[in-house]
């Protein structure tokens, strides 16, 4: 048995100890006209498929490609290893040179508050200690809703004191007006389990279910306490649907994790008393 079988059993076996084996059942459900001697063909595509369709464009509706925003270059997939790769966002090509840029940005791009999210952006100039001018282009520049905006540099945290160091160089010439702040980033802030748990509410985002929405929002206000995330998917119409409502409620913030973890159907999720 390999690795990646083994965790997926020992997953399973943890799921049918708390009970919530009902969740991943083995063989789909069989409706209506579908053959059970055939491949299951249910997917979380039919939620989708469901969903109530938009109105057509219009004809006078115009269609516009993405861009690059205010990137200065762009990142170029050179080897099927690099880490270098695209997201879009408001219609805005963001491009990360790292894994450490991928996840920061997926974490950025699940805020509400944000308009704007732009890659490789704006040149800042600083001096040495020998007084030699330098420029320096910032990996993400934020643009908030309400006109902020945040330079970001993300390096990993074994570079803090060099770029805190560098940071502060730039903020002493003239070119740091360009923006309201600095930032610095590292993996502390774009973990792994964070990014993951950012990936499921952009994938949440893609589904049109406010009805479920709503009646989870209804279960979720009569709890005190915590309540792990698989007791959620008790009793209800459609697993699937419920677990894309679990997640635009943790994306409203009405549901959080305590302790930041990577949220599966074992973690235990607390409701906020201000939603």
């Given at each position: 048995?390999?690795?990646?079988?083994?965790?997926?059993?020992?997953?399973?076996?943890?799921?049918?100890?708390?009970?919530?084996?009902f969740?991943h059942n083995?063989k789909?459900?069989?409706?209506?006209?579908?053959?059970?001697?055939?491949?299951?063909?249910?997917?979380?595509?039919?939620?989708?498929?469901?969903?109530?369709?938009?109105?057509?464009?219009?004809?006078?509706?115009?269609?516009?490609?993405?861009?690059?925003?205010?990137?200065?270059?762009?990142?170029?997939?050179?080897?099927?290893?690099?880490?270098?790769?695209?997201?879009?966002?408001?219609?805005?090509?963001?491009?990360?040179?790292?894994?450490?840029?991928?996840?920061?940005?997926?974490?950025?791009?699940?805020?509400?508050?944000?308009?704007?999210?732009?890659?490789?952006?704006?040149?800042?100039?600083?001096?040495?200690?020998?007084?030699?001018?330098?420029?320096h282009?910032?990996?993400?520049?934020l643009?908030?809703?309400?006109?902020w905006?945040?330079?970001?540099?993300?390096?990993?945290?074994?570079?803090?004191?060099?770029?805190?160091?560098?940071?502060?160089?730039?903020?002493?010439?003239?070119?740091?007006?360009?923006?309201?702040?600095?930032?610095?980033?590292?993996e502390?802030?774009?973990?792994?389990?964070?990014?993951?748990?950012?990936?499921?509410?952009?994938?949440?985002?893609d589904?049109?279910?406010?009805?479920?929405?709503?009646?989870?929002?209804?279960?979720?206000?009569?709890?005190?306490?915590?309540?792990?995330?698989?007791?959620?998917?008790?009793?209800?119409?459609?697993?699937?649907?419920?677990?894309?409502?679990?997640?635009?409620?943790?994306?409203?913030?009405?549901?959080?994790?305590?302790?930041g973890?990577?949220?599966?159907?074992?973690?235990?999720?607390?409701?906020?008393?201000?939603?």
């Amino acid at each position: 048995m390999s690795i990646h079988s083994a965790r997926l059993v020992s997953a399973r076996m943890k799921m049918r100890k708390a009970g919530l084996g009902f969740v991943h059942n083995r063989k789909a459900g069989i409706a209506g006209m579908q053959d059970s001697s055939l491949r299951a063909t249910g997917s979380l595509m039919a939620i989708a498929a469901s969903a109530p369709k938009q109105a057509e464009a219009s004809e006078d509706e115009t269609f516009y490609e993405p861009t690059h925003g205010l990137a200065l270059r762009s990142t170029l997939r050179k080897n099927a290893s690099a880490s270098n790769g695209f997201e879009f966002f408001n219609g805005i090509r963001v491009y990360f040179d790292s894994a450490i840029e991928h996840r920061c940005l997926l974490r950025f791009m699940t805020r509400h508050d944000i308009a704007e999210i732009h890659s490789q952006a704006l040149l800042f100039h600083y001096h040495d200690d020998d007084e030699k001018l330098h420029k320096h282009t910032i990996d993400y520049l934020l643009i908030y809703k309400d006109g902020w905006k945040d330079a970001i540099v993300v390096k990993p945290e074994r570079k803090r004191d060099e770029m805190d160091d560098l940071i502060e160089r730039m903020k002493a010439h003239p070119s740091s007006a360009q923006v309201n702040g600095f930032q610095f980033l590292s993996e502390t802030y774009g973990t792994i389990e964070a990014a993951e748990n950012a990936d499921f509410i952009l994938w949440s985002r893609d589904f049109q279910i406010d009805h479920e929405v709503a009646d989870l929002l209804e279960i979720v206000r009569t709890i005190d306490g915590y309540v792990r995330f698989g007791d959620l998917m008790r009793s209800c119409h459609d697993i699937d649907e419920r677990r894309v409502a679990i997640w635009r409620l943790i994306d409203l913030g009405v549901l959080f994790s305590p302790t930041g973890e990577r949220i599966t159907e074992l973690t235990y999720l607390a409701r906020n008393p201000a939603q």
